[in-house]
């Protein structure tokens, strides 16, 4: 029995082993085209670099300089920190209303919110452009609104999750010692949902920092763009598209997410598994 389980274990690690491998090819390949000439990205994109192919980073400065880059690197981090601020923030209070005010208002939210990841996001897009051009959404700070709505019904049930874990007399403990509703939530509360913050916040953050369709759709590209709508407007007229850049650029979009991903990803197992302790 104990051979069985060493023989297994081994099998499983070696499967997991190639399928990272095969994973990790086409980030490997998307890095190593980014030092490439333009011409050989197409010829041979799956060559390994040579000193007749090496461009050496013409690439990421005609990406920076060309494109604007860093102007579309701004304006993401800024709808990506803004926007996971208000879901984090709003999301957690109504996750807290809904889990200690039992009311049929109250349940009747949480079903709303729950439908909501139920409801393609095709179904609404098309509506949603016009509405957004009508209040004025279409700017970095409107459409931190935007994806409060779309990001609320994940993070609203994670939330519930772990608030239903929290006994409740810690609260009323302190509402008698004179604090107010806010002030028991954010002195007590919300400390104690750290774990479900963070992961919550690592799962709002890789969505909203590699999403294309909701900012093409909303935001006034004339003015704005983040680093996936760049890279799309990389191509230019005729079909012709500068595969040299666009490599470069996808680097300096993938590679950060990347590494906050693995330096994050523990306090997403962390926080699924608190919040998923009453749920």
């Known amino acids: 029995?104990?051979?069985?389980?060493?023989?297994?274990?081994?099998?499983?690690?070696v499967v997991f082993s190639i399928l990272s491998v095969i994973w990790l090819c086409p980030i490997f390949v998307v890095i190593m085209d980014s030092f490439k000439k333009r011409d050989y990205i197409q010829q041979a994109p799956f060559?390994?670099?040579?000193?007749?192919?090496?461009?050496?980073?013409a690439n990421y400065i005609a990406a920076l300089r060309k494109y604007h880059l860093l102007e579309s690197v701004g304006w993401t981090v800024f709808i990506t920190i803004g926007s996971v601020i208000v879901i984090l923030v709003c999301t957690s209070m109504c996750a807290w209303f809904i889990t200690r005010v039992k009311s049929r208002v109250s349940r009747f939210i949480y079903l709303l919110c729950v439908f909501s990841m139920v409801v393609p996001f095709q179904m609404v897009m098309f509506t949603l452009s016009l509405t957004?051009?009508?209040?004025?959404?279409?700017?970095?700070?409107g459409i931190i609104i935007v994806y409060l709505g779309f990001g609320a019904g994940l993070a609203v049930f994670m939330f519930c999750g772990f608030v239903k874990s929290i006994p409740i007399e810690i609260e009323e403990a302190a509402l008698i010692d004179g604090a107010s509703p806010l002030r028991a939530f954010f002195s007590i509360v919300l400390p104690i949902m750290k774990p479900t913050y963070i992961s919550v916040g690592i799962l709002e953050t890789m969505w909203i920092w590699n999403d294309f369709?909701?900012?093409?759709?909303?935001?006034?590209?004339?003015?704005?763009?983040t680093i996936s709508i760049v890279i799309q407007?990389?191509?230019?007229?005729?079909?012709r598209i500068d595969m040299g850049?666009?490599?470069a650029a996808l680097v300096l979009a993938v590679i950060?997410?990347?590494?906050?991903?693995?330096?994050?990803q523990k306090y997403i197992v962390k926080g699924v598994a608190a919040g998923a302790v009453k749920g």
């Open 1 to 13: 029995m104990q051979q069985t389980r060493k023989l297994l274990s081994t099998l499983g690690t």
């Open 47 to 57: 060559e390994l670099l040579t000193n007749d192919t090496f461009a050496q980073f």
């Open 132 to 141: 957004a051009d009508r209040l004025h959404l279409n700017t970095p700070w």
């Open 213 to 225: 369709l909701l900012p093409y759709l909303v935001l006034d590209t004339n003015k704005y763009k």
């Open 233 to 239: 407007f990389m191509k230019g007229s005729y079909g």
């Open 245 to 247: 850049a666009i490599m």
């Open 256 to 264: 950060p997410v990347i590494v906050f991903y693995l330096a994050a």
